[in-house]
Every structure is written in structure tokens, then in C-alpha cells.
């Protein structure tokens, strides 16, 4: 496992990381993971530029996004 490091944090906000860690019965280290998995779930579960291309929904085909190239145009 890695090990991130923050510095710099205001000491209320340590204060309010052990207050939750509290109500959840758990460390602040393991509260703070916890709100780093759910903050950053989305991003994790997509994976990859193709994984999250492939999870798209299918709205058609190509032909229902093809450009009529017949049309007549304006010649200035």
C-alpha cells in the first residue's frame, strides 16, 4: 500500500476529521481514507478513457448522427 502524506491542515478541520472518525468508530487515518475512497469512487470504479467510453449508453446508431452532405448551400 502507498502512503500519502498532507501537510498544512488547519487544526479545526483535524478536530472535525476526529469528531467523525468518532461518531464512525474508527482512527482519524482510517476516516480520512474512507473519505478519500468515497470523494474520489467515481473516478476509481471508471477506470480508464475506454472503460468509461464503453460504460456510455448506446443511443444509436452512426447513421442517426451523419451529416446530409446533399443539401444545397449558399455559393457567396
Do not use: C, N, W, Y
Not at 478519500?36 to 448506446?58: Q, W
Amino acid at each position: 500500500m502507498s502512503q500519502l502524506v498532507v501537510r498544512d491542515i488547519d487544526a479545526e478541520v483535524v478536530r472535525a476529521l476526529k469528531r467523525r472518525a468518532a461518531r464512525h468508530g474508527r482512527s482519524a487515518e482510517a476516516e480520512h481514507r474512507e473519505i478519500l475512497r468515497a470523494a474520489l469512487r467515481k473516478d476509481i470504479e471508471l477506470g480508464s478513457f475506454k472503460t468509461m467510453l464503453a460504460s456510455m449508453p448506446d443511443v444509436g446508431t452512426d447513421e442517426d448522427f451523419a451529416i446530409a452532405r446533399d443539401m444545397p448551400r449558399d455559393i457567396p
